[in-house]
């Protein structure tokens, strides 16, 4: 969230507006009929949030691969627990090693170090495998980009290089900061000898390549130049309720009615059949067309 943006008087949802763990869980047992194998928790930052791994091992009792993406301010301390409660894989978000880069991107005093040890904690408890997200803006952090393939080579971590996409309306988002996937590819294999990898799924986003000599692979998340909506399976709940069938959508589905209400699973299960079935979202291939000037919810509020 953009201080400059959302100014130190912005109101945050109050707390009361938040769902439980136990409605979380409601809902998440509502999808698996429908296919549902894997929840990824997001946010905002989904750690300032007390106890979350109360939550994963709710959600982990139910028999699907539970994911978390988070800036690791707080997952030095916090992995061992969530690795207790049963998270299987931590993504970290880290956009430049160098200091300053990533103060200036992160917009916080959260030093590297702190998320490096982070990510050190998530391999030592077994989170893996790790990922990082490296979100790349031309002349802002494109730099960092082979430090940080040097820096996790032969480690196990997998660094992910995103296209800045234009979530939401307040990160001043222009297609000039993108630097498409392939051109850093192209960059990159000036001084790395990388090799394409086998896609693990269709639904997988990122496009894998490995070193050739086994010290570990990179992948591309190319949603800009290359979208991928077709392949998209991916719905996301807010932490008020609400459900969103696209990162790009104008608005969500309130679904609080059904969430609070003590009735029968299989009702919320309906309801969210009714939401998805009539998915038309493309919106990532339509970038650029008249959509674009319609409001969009922000990257602060549904978590990537
Ligand atoms: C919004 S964050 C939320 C979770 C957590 N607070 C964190 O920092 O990882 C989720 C992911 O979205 C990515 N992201 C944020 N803004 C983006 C943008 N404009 N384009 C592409 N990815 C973006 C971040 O790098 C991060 O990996």
Redesign the pocket.
């Known amino acids: 969230m953009p201080r400059n943006r959302f100014g130190e008087h912005h109101t945050f949802l109050p707390l009361r507006a938040q769902l439980s763990f136990e409605e979380i869980e409601r809902f998440v047992r509502a999808c698996l009929p429908l296919g549902l194998t894997k929840v990824r928790i997001?946010?905002?930052?989904?750690l300032l949030r007390p106890n979350v791994p109360a939550l994963v091992q709710r959600l982990s009792a139910l028999g699907i691969e539970i994911a978390l993406?988070?800036?690791a301010s707080l997952l030095k301390k916090q992995a061992p627990l969530l690795a207790e409660a049963g998270l299987d894989r931590v993504?970290v978000?880290l956009d430049a090693l160098d200091p300053q880069t990533h103060a200036s991107m992160i917009d916080s005093a959260i030093p590297v170090e702190t998320v490096l040890e982070g990510i050190e904690a998530a391999l030592e408890n077994d989170l893996g495998p790790v990922k990082v997200?490296c979100?790349v803006q031309r002349g802002i952090n494109e730099s960092e980009v082979p430090a940080l393939v040097h820096h996790f080579r032969g480690t196990g971590v997998i660094v992910r290089f995103?296209e800045?996409?234009d979530?939401g309306r307040t990160?001043g988002w222009s297609p000039e900061q993108v630097i498409p996937s392939m051109s850093l590819l192209g960059e990159l294999q000036r001084e790395f000898d990388l090799v394409p990898a086998e896609q693990t799924s269709p639904s997988d986003v990122a496009t894998r390549w490995a070193h050739s000599d086994g010290s570990g692979e990179i992948g591309f998340i190319s949603s800009v130049s290359e979208p991928f909506c077709g392949g998209c399976v991916r719905a996301r709940l807010s932490a008020d309720g609400h459900l969103f069938t696209c990162l790009f959508a104008s608005g969500g589905h309130d679904l609080r009615a059904i969430i609070h209400d003590d009735g029968e699973v299989e009702d919320m299960t309906n309801a969210i059949v009714a939401v998805w079935s009539r998915r038309m979202d493309i919106y990532s291939e339509m970038r650029s067309s008249d959509t674009s000037s319609l409001p969009r919810i922000e990257?602060?509020y549904i978590?990537?």
């Open positions: 997001t946010g905002g930052e989904p993406t988070t800036n993504t978000s997200n979100v995103i800045y996409m979530v990160n990257m602060s978590g990537g």
